[in-house]
């Protein structure tokens, strides 16, 4: 998720060929926007081999110097190779993996990227995903932060798939209006949702807005709780979305045993 609040703005990709490249010294070497887009955009296609290029948004500050990006690829054909079987998610929305990046101009802030089903870049500097690596703006910064997103893009379609494997346990776990009460309640006691968070999640849990939502299970409740999650301040939204996730195992797990 992208989140622009603090005088970030929405551009195209070829916006980012006009902004001027500050001068390189002797302990700053910057990266232009496009060349650090068309590099991780080139890395994950070579490497991302059971997914697919879905889309991309860009966005600058308004003098440029700021740069924010999330790069979200399709892994539909990872499900069903993995699963074994193809027909039953056609007509499923897949989860998504996605690449967020940060760059500067102004020596603000280092080269980031986080990776992962979960990825949050904000204008206010904040990354976050399941994995992130840093990058200062020194000499070698493009081959170092080449072997850095190689090796951690590797390390991360592991923990993703494990993310995949869950949701399938999650969509196969039916719930009806208590257990999605019973589990919203939690969420509200352990603060990981907010009274203002609970009446949305409730909205989209009675009447989801998407079709592949419709089914009662724990996919649709979990994905009603990240909508009403966008909300929460940037500094606490990936340890909010990792709670979720577990506490989610956790329900699921019991319901298995009592099964």
Not at 39 to 55: A, P, R
Not at 252 to 258: F, H, I, K, L, P
Request: glycine letters at 4%.
């Amino acid at each position: 998720m992208m989140m622009l609040h603090c005088g970030g703005e929405s551009v195209e990709y070829d916006d980012l060929l006009s902004i001027p490249l500050p001068e390189e010294t002797s302990t700053y070497k910057p990266v232009a926007h496009h060349m650090l887009a068309n590099n991780v955009m080139k890395i994950g296609e070579d490497l991302l081999k059971d997914y697919s290029f879905h889309d991309a948004q860009h966005a600058t500050t308004k003098d440029g110097k700021r740069y924010f990006a999330i790069f979200t690829y399709n892994n539909r054909d990872a499900l069903s190779t993995r699963r074994g079987e193809s027909e039953p998610w056609v007509n499923e929305e897949p989860l998504k993996y996605n690449i967020a990046v940060r760059n500067s101009y102004d020596k603000s802030m280092s080269i980031g990227v986080a990776m992962g089903a979960t990825v949050f870049v904000c204008d206010n500097l904040a990354l976050t995903g399941d994995i992130h690596i840093m990058r200062k703006h020194t000499q070698n910064v493009l081959h170092d932060l080449e072997e850095m997103l190689i090796t951690n893009i590797y390390r991360s379609q592991n923990n993703f798939m494990d993310i995949v494997k869950d949701s399938v346990s999650f969509r196969n776990t039916p719930l009806n209006n208590d257990d999605a009460y019973e589990f919203i309640g939690l969420l509200l006691g352990h603060g990981i949702l907010k009274p203002r968070q609970v009446s949305q999640t409730l909205r989209h849990w009675k009447n989801p807005p998407y079709e592949e939502f419709q089914d009662k299970n724990a996919w649709s409740l979990y994905n009603a709780v990240t909508s009403a999650l966008k909300s929460t301040p940037p500094n606490r939204i990936m340890e909010s979305h990792i709670n979720l996730h577990n506490g989610m195992l956790k329900m699921v797990r019991q319901t298995a045993e009592v099964i």
